[in-house]
């Protein structure tokens, strides 16, 4: 069906436009304030005021005798246990790059400073929206895939309902 295939080229010219293909930006996390449990930052709202996309780098910067990063899933987040961490970073000036969409939770894994504000959620808002557009319309993301390199996909929110039909 050719109206089926436009459709999908300009669609996944849009995903590679403004979710795939960007200029990568590296953003120090709290800036000048960096990755701190004082409350000199809210990392809610310093989040909410960017633009994330896939293939831009966060750099946590602290003293990495009082402060660690976890990358940790969303229940981890919400409870601030960074028991189970996706993954640790303790160099004190650490690189982390979005490499997928989605969600990315970080806290830090010191007693107390979760709790204390030392958390945040980075998130591509616009590349979740195009992702679930597509997965109502029970696409797939071959494309999407060939656009944001060959682990981007957030395979295990894929619905297989939705691949096969
Ligand atoms: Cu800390």
Redesign the pocket.
């Known amino acids: 069906m050719a109206n089926l295939r436009t459709s999908m080229l300009v669609v996944s010219l849009l995903m590679m436009a403004l979710c795939g293909v960007s200029m990568a930006a590296v953003y120090q996390v709290g800036d000048s304030a960096g990755w701190t449990?004082m409350g000199q930052v809210d990392y809610h709202d310093w989040a909410a005021t960017k633009n994330f996309h896939v293939g831009d780098t966060l750099v946590f910067n602290?003293n990495n005798q009082?402060?660690?990063v976890k990358q940790v899933a969303h229940p981890g987040f919400e409870s601030c246990n960074a028991t189970s961490p996706i993954a640790t970073y303790t160099n004190g000036s650490d690189t982390v790059a979005l490499e997928k969409l989605g969600h990315f939770y970080f806290i830090?894994g010191?007693p107390g400073?979760c709790q204390a504000g030392?958390k945040i959620d980075i998130l591509n808002p616009f590349c979740i929206y195009i992702e679930n557009f597509l997965q109502r319309r029970g696409l797939i993301f071959v494309f999407f895939k060939s656009f944001t390199g060959a682990n981007s996909l957030r395979t295990a929110d894929l619905k297989p309902a939705a691949v096969s039909s």
Do not use: A, D, G, L
Request: aromatic share 34%; hydrophobic share 10%; glycine share 0%.
């Open positions: 449990s602290y009082f402060h660690n830090c010191y400073h030392q």
